[in-house]
């Protein structure tokens, strides 16, 4: 994920502050038990609590640059001996083990480009769950995405104060919606200022594939794994069209 290498420095900055789906996790992790797969772990802002609340959690991720700086946020936390963390891609990968609970937070499941490499995935996520195992991806709503303004205008998201550096960070976004292909284009910007006032510039591109509910069913049926639930937010309500979230849990067929 080469856009994500290029971002991992500025990943923190941005949703270090999002911990809204922390506590929910960490109730996931509690009735699975353990041991848990995170795939699409970046910088470990899910997978350090859970391992700081004493789960035993392996994170997966194609980005080597996220990777690396989740090692330096495990080591920082003590816990570089309890955070597994590998490099690979949730298409195809194999750990050669069987696992209570696979998450799939905040939008990762987006980076899978079509509904071959979704297939794949499940599959994949399939062989690696105990029976009875629960998978559950985080997804926006697509109501949410096909109802917001995507006009390709530049936006500024955000200043940030980069604290390792003392340098300001301008986050710009642009994004366009393709109804017909259910592809969200994003553009990210990032302007790095130093204290002379000479400024870096990040472009990074990136197609985000949305899905809708019917279709992740189908999805998990050809995987061989059972929809049990969409909750439209981190407290588990029911998702409806007014949902911002479309959180999918599925498990695994028991034998």
Known sequence: MPAYDELAQ???LVHDEFTADIAFYLALAREAGGPILELGCGTGRTLIPLVEAGFEVIGLDSSEAMLARARERAAAASLEDRATLMRGDMVGFDLGRRLSLVIVPFDTWMHLPDQEAQAAALHCIG???VPGGRLVIDLPAPGAIVDGEHDGALTLEGIH???ETG??????ASTRVDLESQVLYVTWI???VDSSGAVRRVVTPMELRYLYPHQAELLLEGAGLGLQAIWGDYVRSPYSSESERMIIVA???VS
């Open 190 to 192: 990032y302007d790095r």
């Open 127 to 129: 062989r690696h769950l």
């Open 161 to 163: 104060a980069d604290p």
């Open 167 to 172: 340098e300001r960070v301008l986050r710009f």
């Open 10 to 12: 500025y990943y923190d």
């Open 251 to 253: 498990g695994s067929v």
